[in-house]
T-cell receptor, first 113, second 114 residues
């Protein structure tokens, strides 16, 4: 079936270091969304990418959508303790059931102060 | 404005009991989604409503799970004869338009079946 893989599963960094999580889909996506879930919290929408090769920035966060619309990445520059949480990518596939977001398993980020 | 709310926040049920979980979406949001999230996992899709119509229930794990949204606003997820494997956080999300747009999540209901 349709799958979205995320790597790494866990990442520990020192405050100030950069962090990147990668998302790979088994199928072409019409769009991809990124969410952040703090420990004990619920997913919060960060951004949506729609166009092939699209790059969007939010302060220290940079999001990319691959040319083939099958992969995406989130890069955080100079991490802070407030960045702690699990980052999920989720995409709508072009084919099949496009009402259903396909979620990755997430990358959990820990930041040591 | 008010976000998505869910109640109860925590529910402990004995195996075999029925439970009902409520979701109040953001006012005016057309789409409503239910997800199940196990510890350390991503949200797993259960079902999707567009207004009062349940357009996709492919993620409901068994016929013990039932969801409704009779007036296109509040939704209820009902689980009959709960089993231990039903223990999880149940998340509700709403979206302004039809699927394809960003989803706003409620705080979830943590269900523990003993």
């Amino acid at each position: 079936g349709q799958q979205v893989m995320q790597i790494p599963q866990y990442q520990h960094v020192q405050e100030g270091e950069d962090f990147t999580t990668y998302c790979n889909s088994s199928t072409t996506l019409s769009n991809i969304q990124w969410y952040k879930q703090r420990p004990g919290g619920h997913p919060v929408f960060l951004i949506q990418l729609v166009k092939s090769g699209e790059v969007k920035k939010q302060k220290r966060l940079t999001f990319q959508f691959g040319e083939a619309k099958k992969n995406s990445s989130l890069h955080i520059t100079a991490t802070q303790t407030t960045d702690v949480g699990t980052y999920f990518c989720a995409g709508y596939p072009y084919a099949g059931n496009n009402r259903k977001l396909i979620w990755g398993l997430g990358t959990s980020l820990a930041v040591n102060p | 404005g008010a976000g998505v709310s869910q109640s109860p926040r925590y529910k402990v049920a004995k195996r075999g009991q029925d439970v009902a979980l409520r979701c109040d979406p953001i006012s005016g949001h057309v789409s409503l989604f239910w997800y199940q999230q196990a510890l350390g996992q991503g949200p797993e899709f259960l079902t999707y409503f567009q207004n009062e119509a349940q357009l996709d229930k492919s993620g409901l794990p068994s016929d013990r799970f039932f969801a409704e949204r009779p007036e296109g606003s509040v939704s209820t997820l009902k689980i009959q004869r709960t089993q231990q494997e039903d223990s999880a956080v149940y998340l509700c999300a709403s979206s302004l338009r039809t699927s394809g747009h960003e989803q706003y999540f409620g705080p979830g209901t943590r269900l523990t079946v003993t």
